[in-house]
């Protein structure tokens, strides 16, 4: 007999950042923030902008650079998980696109999370102060 299964926490469609044309206004007319293993691109919503829904949506971006597409998925898993992690602020209403750098492959998970959650609190600041 099998152990019964925990409900798995996911990462919900309506926190992801799925077209193109958001992901340009981000690194158009948004701000960065750098860490080592990768730049946070991120730019506010106001309420009338995008689905109308209140909260963070998380977007990725991993170039061919970064290498092939195991690498490439790998990085996009666990930054997906360290987002996921780390949770949603939610009285904080942005758009947010993270790009991994090559680090990020041979990181130690607990900072890429660490990274992620300071990213976020940073992003938490930016919108209270404007």
């Known amino acids: 007999m099998t152990a019964p299964q925990k409900p798995k926490s996911k990462f919900p469609k309506q926190r992801r950042l799925l077209r193109h044309a958001d992901f340009e206004r981000v690194y ?3 701000r ?3 860490a080592a293993h990768m730049t946070v ?3 506010r919503r106001s309420l009338g ?3 109308g829904r209140q909260g ?3 977007g990725f971006t991993v170039g061919r650079v970064l290498g092939g597409s195991v690498q490439r998925n790998r990085m996009k898993r666990r930054l997906r ?3 996921r992690l780390s ?3 939610p009285e904080v209403s942005a758009d947010v696109v993270i790009n991994p750098k090559r ?4 990181a130690d998970f607990a900072e890429v999370r660490d990274q992620v959650a300071r990213a976020f609190q940073i992003i938490e600041k930016a919108a209270k102060s404007v």
């Open 81 to 83: 998980e360290a987002v």
């Open 103 to 106: 680090s990020l492959f041979a």
């Open 28 to 30: 158009k007319q948004g």
């Open 56 to 58: 963070l949506r998380v």
């Open 41 to 43: 691109f991120y730019l």
């Open 49 to 51: 902008e995008g689905d």
């Open 32 to 34: 960065r923030h750098f």
């Open 87 to 89: 949770g949603f602020p």
